[in-house]
């Protein structure tokens, strides 16, 4: 069984980080975009999950009281399926905790079954919708929400 380490992310993954993004979105973020999260932004963290020593996938979130709001989670093609989103879904939780966050959200497209199921699985439940959030094809967002205390 391979090994997936969850830890935080550091200027040094943005390049593997922005190979994740453009294999993940159509509209990839920018590596400025990365730089001013992890450098400038207070309210950031954000994850990498490593497998045998290659950034496989990284997720973020902000901070806003006691609440966290998922950002963007990636895992890059040829690690899905193999439990990384999970792992990395699981250390954004696990620091929301640490820091005594009562609750996480985030939206996740209508289509995208697999990651609603994986959410689903780690207790988020949907609760509303935000329609043609998405710029790239306005697809409607799913909101959902989990209760961490």
């Known amino acids: ?59 973020g979130m902000w901070l806003v009281v006691d609440e966290a709001h998922i950002t963007n989670i990636a895992v890059h093609p040829r690690y899905r399926g193999r439990g990384v989103g999970k792992k990395i879904v699981e250390g954004l939780i696990g620091e929301g905790q640490k820091i005594n966050i009562y609750r996480m959200t985030l939206e996740v497209r209508r289509s995208n079954l697999t990651a609603q199921g994986l ?22 967002a799913l909101i959902m929400w989990k209760d961490l205390v």
Not at 14 to 42: C, G, M, Q
Not at 121 to 128: A, D, R, S, V, W
Not at 129 to 140: C, F, K, L, S, V
Request: aromatic share 12%.
């Open 1 to 59: 069984m391979e090994s997936i380490i969850v830890r935080k992310m550091e200027l040094g993954d943005i390049d593997s980080v922005l190979d994740i993004e453009e294999n993940s979105f159509s509209i990839p973020w920018t590596r400025n975009a990365f730089v001013t999260e992890l450098k400038k932004n207070k309210l950031a963290k954000y994850l990498v999950a490593e497998v045998d020593g290659d950034v496989a996938a990284y997720g």
């Open 119 to 140: 959410y689903k699985k780690l207790g988020f439940i949907p609760c509303g919708i935000r329609p043609g959030y998405y710029q790239d094809n306005y697809e409607d």
